[in-house]
C-alpha cells in the first residue's frame, strides 16, 4: 500500500536499523511519518494537541512492538493503524462539549467561515463515518489504505463512505439553509 507520497521500501533499511537499537533510524522514521500522523489524527480528533498526544503514542505502541511487525512494508499502514485505533478510543470515551460548537469564527472570509462549518458538521458524523471520511476524502487514503487502518472490510469502507458522503451532504445542505 502507498501512503501517500511514502514508498514502504524507503523504510526498510531505517526499521531493521531501528530493530537493532539505532537512535539515528528511530529519529528518522518519526521525523518521516510524524506530521502525516498528527494531521490524520487532528482531522479525526478535531484537536491539534491531542493529535500529537496521539501520534506520539502511535509512535511509542508502534516501535514498542515494532519486533512483531510481520512485513516491513507495512510500517506506514501500522503506524496509520494504530493513530486511527487511538482516536476511535478517544472518540468513544469523550462526551461531545459545547465548546467544538462554539468555535466561532473571524472575519477572514468565507474560507475560514468553511472550514469550521466543516470541522462542526465532521462532528456530528459517528467516530467511524467520521474517521472514514477524513481518511478516503481529505488524507487521500485509497479504500484498501482505509480498511488496512480502520480494520474493516474493503466493502464496509465503502458502505461507511457512502453514508458518510450522505449524512455530510444533509448537514451541509442544512447548514447552508440556515439564516445566517
Request: proline fraction near 3%; charge should be neutral; hydrophobic fraction near 40%.
Amino acid at each position: 500500500m502507498s501512503y501517500g507520497i511514502e514508498r514502504p521500501q524507503d523504510d526498510l533499511v531505517w526499521i531493521e536499523r531501528c530493530r537493532a537499537g539505532d537512535e539515528t533510524a528511530l529519529n528518522y522514521l518519526i521525523t518521516r511519518h510524524r506530521a502525516r500522523l498528527i494531521r490524520v489524527a487532528a482531522n479525526i480528533l478535531r484537536d491539534a494537541h491531542e493529535a500529537e498526544d496521539v501520534a506520539q503514542e502511535a509512535f511509542i505502541r508502534g516501535f514498542r512492538e515494532l519486533k512483531n511487525l510481520r512485513d516491513d512494508r507495512a510500517f506506514a499502514g501500522y503506524l496509520y493503524r494504530i493513530a486511527v485505533r487511538i482516536c476511535m478510543d478517544r472518540l468513544r470515551s469523550r462526551k461531545p462539549s459545547q465548546a467544538e460548537f462554539d468555535a466561532g469564527t473571524s472575519d477572514k472570509g468565507n474560507q475560514v467561515e468553511n472550514r469550521v462549518v466543516i470541522q462542526k458538521l465532521l462532528a456530528e458524523l459517528t467516530p467511524e463515518l467520521r474517521a472514514t471520511l477524513v481518511l478516503r476524502e481529505i488524507e487521500q487514503f485509497s479504500y484498501e489504505e482505509v480498511a488496512e487502518a480502520m480494520k474493516v472490510p474493503v466493502g464496509t469502507v465503502r458502505s461507511r463512505l457512502h453514508t458518510a458522503r450522505e449524512r455530510f451532504r444533509e448537514l451541509w445542505l442544512s447548514a447552508m439553509s440556515e439564516p445566517q
